[in-house]
Structure formats: C-alpha cells, structure tokens
C-alpha cells in the first residue's frame, strides 16, 4: 500500500510540547506515604437517577487526600466513595475496593454492581462478607476536581484516523496538540500530581479513614495495574487481591499500545469470520476476508458521506472495536452494520454512537499515562512505528490507537520515571486471572504480572477472547474468584500459568439463533470498553 507520509514540521511541535511552565512529579513512590488520621467518613446518600437505580442501596461520601504527597499539608482535592455494606456480621471479612480500569473509568457505581455480579455467579454470601468500595479516582467523575480539558474533542465527524495524506496527519496533529496545551491551561497544577503512585496513596488515605488496617482489591484492566502499584507500595496492608485483564508492566505505557495493536488485529479477524459463519443471517461475506473488505468498503463510503450525517469512519471504527473487546458484542454490532449495509438502516449504529461533549475518562486517561512514564517526544517516532505496522497488516487499530494517545506527545511536562512493581514477603497469595486471547491487556501482561509477584497465582482462561472476563459466565473462573475471596484458597503452584479453565464455548463463539441481541452485551458496563484502554 502507499506509504504514509511523515509531516516533518510536526516533529519539532512535539518535542517542544507547549511550554506550560509545570513540571512532572519525580515521585518515583518510594518514600512512605503521608500519616492520615483514621478520623471517618461521613457517609451519606448517593445521587441516583431513579427509585430503581442499585446506587439507592449504597452510601456515598468524599474523602479529602493530598495534592502532593510529600506535602500533606497543602493543597487537598477529594475522592469520591461509594459503599455497598455486608449483611454478614458474623463472618465480615472488611474492605474491598474495587476498580473497572482505564485509567479513567468511574468506579463509584461498582460498589453494588460488584456485589450484583458475585451474586450473579452463585456466591452471594461471599459478597455479603465484604464491605465493597468503589470509587472515582482522582480527576475522575464526581471526585473533585474532575478534570476536563475540551468536552467536545469526541463530536462527530472527527477527522479520519487513517491519514492518506500530509494534510489529513495535520490535522489529527494540531488536535492533539490542542488539546494537551487545553489540559496544561485549565489544569496545570494537578497534571503533574496524576500517577498512579498518587492514586494509590488515595486509596491508603481512604483506608485509614475507613479505620481499616488491610483492604482486598478487585481489579480489571488497568485496574490490575493501580492494585499492584498499591500492592508495591503498601504490602502489609494487602489481604486479598483478585486482577483481571493484567497490564504488562514491562511496556508501561507506549509500548503496550503496539501491543494492543496486534492483539485487536486478531480479535477483529476473529469477529469478521464469525460473521461470515453465519452469513445467512448477516449477509456481509462468506469468508472473513469477504468480511473484513466489505467492512472497509463501509468505512470508506462514511468518509465520502457520514452514515446518517454523524458516523464517519473513526466513529463506525470506534463502535465495532467493542466487539475486539468482548464476545457479548459480536450480534448486536453484527446486526447493527449488515443493517446499514444491506436495508440502509442506521438505527443500530447510532444507538451506539458516541455523541461527544464530554471528554473527562479520556483527559484522565492522557494525564495519568503521561505523568507515570516517559513517552517519545518526536513525533518520527510516533508515525513510523505506526506506519511500520499498518504496512505489516495491523490495520484496524494502528492509527487510532496513535489518535488516543497523542496528546502524550504534546505534554507539557515529561513523566516518569516509570514505578517499578516488585514482589514483597509481606504480601499475601494474589489471584491472577488471564485470557489468552484478550486484545486490551495481551497474554504477556499475564505471565510478565506473574513473574512480577511471587506470591501469586496466574489462571489462564484458554481461548478467551473477552477481555477482563470473571464474572461473565464462566464458573470454572468465578469458582475459583469466589473461593479465594471466601477463604483465601489459591491453585498450587506450577511453572508458568498454575491453572487453567478453558473459555464457555456460547459466550466466546455466540450462536445468534440461541440467543436474544439484546442479551448479548452480557455484563454492560464491567470493563467500559471504549476507546483503547489498558
């Protein structure tokens, strides 16, 4: 194909960034965390959207934290908390946090989802143990500040990903590099103060004001890296800690983009070829090449005129990754573009259109992943390691996973240095839980994650392609989620993964014809799957 073109007037841009006079936090977490008086929480009800909204069985508060830990008695912003309570006094079993990923993702809302979804897979009781805590962590949501620098960044119709031209990089260039000098402008003072390290001393505040000496942890996705930063810095107040969808510290954070890259590359063939398994239902293609050209055909006639005036090609790009993301999205999405395709109908895909004005889970995103390591600054770098894997054949995800990161480019500061996770004899048995066809955090993460902590256990959901996947349907997983929660019990150790459970053939392979469309999306809102979260 036509080689992408390199705007060389950008690489100077970007090695520059936008000279806002802040500097990164060289906090590399090494130093103890602030002393924080176990004075409370003073709990109250949480804002609801109806009688029947799970959030009317949950208490809500803020606790205040340090800006800047090596200075607790400066400036405080605050972390908003959500707790979902145990009904079992006899046999409670204290704290659980708990955290969908990002970074960025709202975790206020999972305090009775969390306790839902354990409830779902047979072992109420041992939710019932628990208290659970969610949260928002700093930045996100309804702590406060929550940080925002363009809400209309995301309004259709954006610019194309794939640039086909110097003009058209340009483009997505400048927007970037708006957008992090918007960040700088607003929110200067707290950029630097938005590691992960950081979070994680929330979470010890947010211990002690719970009057707590040890929490348990659930963590999805980068959910898994936050806990085991925590974990790093905090051993001894670590009972239990359940990660799910691990990130590999080795390529925090640019690296693990190209990793990604690669990994959605399958996942998106994956689903391409089980919509031509049933074309007589979809009519899109009877082999996943048919598919995958009858996909890019539909995405380069939105370029030339929007689906319904809204949905160009990044926004029908950004709806179908889901499906790379989780099986339970491969009807719906199915459905929704042989519609378009074959009746003209775009219903379905609007229904999932991201409609913009609100850019908060990806202004976070970019800020954490910016202040806790350090990213090129050339923007060479940027397009030929793209390029250099859009020609190899990873086409889906390449340049859109530039666009979501970009910014990083333009920072106004460097991060790092990068937190080095290690192991600890004070730490407790961990449970580590990985599929081995997940695109978000790869297989490796799993394995890297493991040899990490030593004291951990790592299962492997064989041939799973959802990513983050307990608490979805699979018992061999949840089983074993559930026990180690309950009681602590932890597979044997063995060289490599310590136990497997192969993937549930009907939620990895779904037969359209035995399941409702509208059921399909399985467990919405676990692991918010949008844009390229780790």
Request: contains cysteine.
């Amino acid at each position: 194909m036509k080689r992408i073109l390199l705007v060389t007037a950008a690489a100077a841009v970007a090695a520059g960034g936008t000279g806002a006079a802040v500097a990164a936090n060289a906090d590399t977490g090494r130093a103890g965390a602030a002393p924080v008086a176990a004075t409370g929480i003073d709990w109250g009800k949480c804002e609801v959207s109806g009688p029947n909204d799970p959030m009317n069985q949950a208490q809500c508060a803020q606790v205040a934290v340090p800006l800047d830990y090596s200075r607790p008695g400066g400036r405080k912003i605050s972390i908003a908390v959500s707790r979902f309570r145990h009904t079992d006094d006899k046999n409670y079993k204290g704290v659980l946090f708990v955290n969908p990923g990002g970074p960025g993702g709202s975790g206020l809302p999972y305090a009775p989802a969390l306790a839902r979804w354990i409830a779902g897979t047979g072992h109420a009781d041992v939710a019932a143990k628990y208290d659970i805590i969610g949260f928002d962590p700093r930045g996100v949501g309804s702590s406060k500040p929550a940080l925002t620098c363009d809400p209309n960044f995301f309004n259709p119709v954006r610019p194309d990903y794939v640039p086909s031209s110097k003009k058209e990089e340009a483009a997505w260039i400048a927007k970037s590099a708006k957008y992090a000098k918007d960040c700088a402008t607003k929110f200067g003072w707290l950029l630097p103060h938005m590691r992960t390290t950081d979070a994680a001393r929330d979470i010890d505040t947010i211990r002690a004001a719970l009057g707590q000496p040890k929490i348990s942890w659930y963590g999805f996705s980068y959910g898994t890296y936050f806990g085991a930063t925590y974990a790093t810095l905090f051993p001894k107040r670590v009972d239990r800690m359940v990660l799910d969808g691990n990130v590999n510290p080795r390529t925090v954070w640019y690296d693990s983009q190209l990793e990604q890259d690669k990994a959605f590359e399958k996942n998106m063939k994956s689903w391409w070829a089980w919509i031509a398994k049933w074309d007589s239902l979809y009519h899109l293609g009877k082999t996943e090449k048919a598919v995958e050209a009858k996909y890019y055909a539909t995405r380069a006639a939105a370029k030339k005129a929007p689906i319904a005036g809204k949905i160009g090609p990044d926004e029908l790009d950004d709806i179908v990754l889901t499906a790379g993301y989780n099986t339970g999205y491969y009807i719906p999405f199915a459905q929704a573009l042989s519609a378009w395709v074959n009746g003209n109908d775009a219903s379905g895909l609007l229904d999932w259109l991201n409609t913009g004005g609100e850019d908060n889970d990806f202004a976070v995103y970019n800020a954490v992943q910016a202040a806790d390591a350090k990213w090129p600054r050339s923007w060479s770098k940027w397009h030929n390691d793209a390029a250099k894997l859009y020609k190899q054949g990873y086409r889906f995800n390449t340049w859109s996973n530039v666009w979501y990161n970009a910014p990083i480019a333009f920072w106004p500061f460097n991060g790092g240095p990068k937190f080095k996770l290690q192991g600890s004899k004070s730490l407790p048995g961990m449970l580590l839980v990985q599929s081995t066809q997940d695109a978000a955090t790869p297989v490796v993460g799993g394995l890297e994650m493991h040899k990490v902590f030593p004291s951990s256990r790592l299962v492997f959901e064989l041939g799973g392609k959802t990513h983050a996947n307990t608490l979805n349907g699979n018992a061999c997983l949840d089983d074993k989620v559930a026990a180690y929660l309950d009681t602590g019990a932890l597979p044997r150790s063995h060289r490599g993964p310590d136990a497997y459970c192969k993937a549930v053939p009907e939620l990895n392979d779904p037969d359209p014809t035995a399941m409702q469309a509208k059921a399909a999306g399985a467990r919405a809102g676990k692991d918010l799957p949008v844009g390229r979260r780790p």
